[in-house]
């Protein structure tokens, strides 16, 4: 696995990164936008491909980001009013509402946790290199002795055989956010944050704490602050620019 999110099947197009998708949702959700047109696809598709993330690898293709609007469109007209659940199949919806909350949280009722988590999006780590991917699709679920639930998840871009067993506790929690040259005042030394970490071995999004900061004076179209941060796994620090680093959500 890597962390480009590139597709092991032998698919035509490559596949989206987390920092991409994540734009599409935020661009679907605009109004006034003809998300379905040439033009807009095309633009989107460069920015995409432009990113230095995906240097070495295969261009986004307009057509490709037009599917996605369409299917996801497609799959919000396609959604029913109401739902089974079916025994043993993870609806994590509901599932994360009722192992989600703790004592120091408010109790809601059931019907409220559900609709506040219908929503989201999710990233779960691998235990095969502990780094966060996208979770595209949750399989099942189920109980150990220890009374933890665990789910079966299908990262985005991969195939069946990167399918993984994931603790909801530990290893599942809503998606981190890319941010904008314009928003890097939201990030602040001790935060916790999902870094792009890039060696001669991987590609990857870790976790990382912010421990320095040197702001630059800037506009809202590019930051040119510095942020150092220290990985969480081994604890190497390193200092990366904006574009590599996704906030959690509060």
């Known amino acids: 696995m890597n962390g480009s999110g590139a597709t092991e099947m032998g698919d035509e197009f490559p596949e989206f990164t987390l920092s991409e998708i994540v734009k599409m949702e935020k661009l679907f959700k605009q109004e006034?936008?003809?998300r379905s047109?040439?033009?807009?696809?095309?633009e989107v598709a460069a920015r995409f491909s432009g990113s230095?993330?995906?240097?070495?690898q295969s261009c986004i293709k307009w057509e490709q980001v037009q599917s996605w609007f369409q299917d996801k469109q497609?799959?919000?007209t396609a959604e029913p009013t109401t739902s089974l659940i079916v025994p043993g199949e993870f609806h994590p919806s509901l599932e994360l509402a009722i192992v989600s909350t703790t004592p120091e949280t408010p109790l809601k009722s059931k019907a409220e946790r559900i609709a506040s988590l219908s929503e989201l999006m999710f990233e779960g780590r691998s235990s095969r290199d502990g780094a966060w991917y996208d979770v595209a699709a949750f399989l099942s679920y189920r109980v150990l002795c220890s009374g933890e639930l665990e789910v079966r998840v299908r990262f985005a871009g991969f195939s069946n055989l990167h399918d993984e067993w994931v603790n909801v506790k530990r290893g599942l929690r809503e998606r981190s956010i890319p941010l904008e040259?314009?928003?890097?005042?939201?990030?602040n030394v001790g935060d916790l944050v999902l870094c792009f970490r890039e060696?001669?071995?991987h590609a990857i999004y870790c976790d990382a704490?912010?421990?320095g900061i040197q702001r630059q004076l800037h506009d809202f179209t590019s930051c040119k602050c510095i942020f150092l941060v220290r990985y969480v796994c081994d604890r190497a620090e390193e200092t990366v620019d904006l574009t590599r680093i996704c906030r959690r959500p509060a």
């Open 37 to 42: 047109s040439r033009d807009f696809c095309q």
């Open 209 to 211: 704490h912010i421990v």
């Open 32 to 34: 006034g936008v003809d």
């Open 52 to 56: 230095r993330y995906r240097r070495g």
């Open 181 to 187: 040259a314009s928003e890097c005042d939201r990030v």
């Open 74 to 76: 497609g799959r919000l």
């Open 199 to 201: 060696t001669d071995d």
